[in-house]
């Protein structure tokens, strides 16, 4: 997939059943992953050059590289854990987690990039310590 402007992936990752790969160009590169027609709990695992998901086939996964610029990624409506293990200093990436309790665990620090980003996911963070704190409280 190449070409200036944007790249679209629309509803649901099932249809992924291989190795997709998205690649822009010296132009400002948007790509969309969109997962949004999904209803299953879903998890997905983003490092700086790929993005796995339970909603994908087996051999399903979406690598990208520094050319794609803004990496938006949309989940489900079910109780999505979104892992992120790295993200590229050339990338923005922006993850919605979509309806019900979703789960972002981060193991490493995208925010660097990103002060918009930073906030969001520290409110994220804040408000999935709080359930776990409610949670210990049963
Ligand atoms: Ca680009
Ligand atoms: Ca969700």
């Known amino acids: 997939m190449a070409g200036k402007g944007q790249s679209y992936i629309p509803g649901s990752l099932g249809t992924i059943q291989n190795a997709l790969t998205i690649q822009g160009n010296e132009g400002t590169d948007t790509a969309y992953v969109d997962d949004s027609g999904t209803n299953a709990n879903t998890t997905f695992s983003l490092t ?8 994908m086939g087996a ?18 409506n079910g109780d ?10 050339a ?3 922006t993850i919605y987690g979509g309806p019900a309790n979703d789960h972002f665990i981060i193991n490493e620090e995208p925010w660097k990039s990103s002060a918009g980003h930073c906030r969001r996911f520290q409110h994220i963070l804040r408000r ?10 049963k």
């Open 48 to 55: 700086a050059t790929s993005l796995v998901s339970s909603s």
């Open 91 to 93: 990338c923005r990436t």
């Open 80 to 89: 999505d854990t979104i892992t992120i293990n790295a993200t590229t200093p």
């Open 128 to 137: 999935h310590s709080d359930d776990q704190r409610s949670a210990r409280r």
């Open 59 to 76: 051999d399903g996964i979406i690598n990208y590289d520094e050319t794609v610029d803004n990496l938006n990624i949309k989940a489900g």
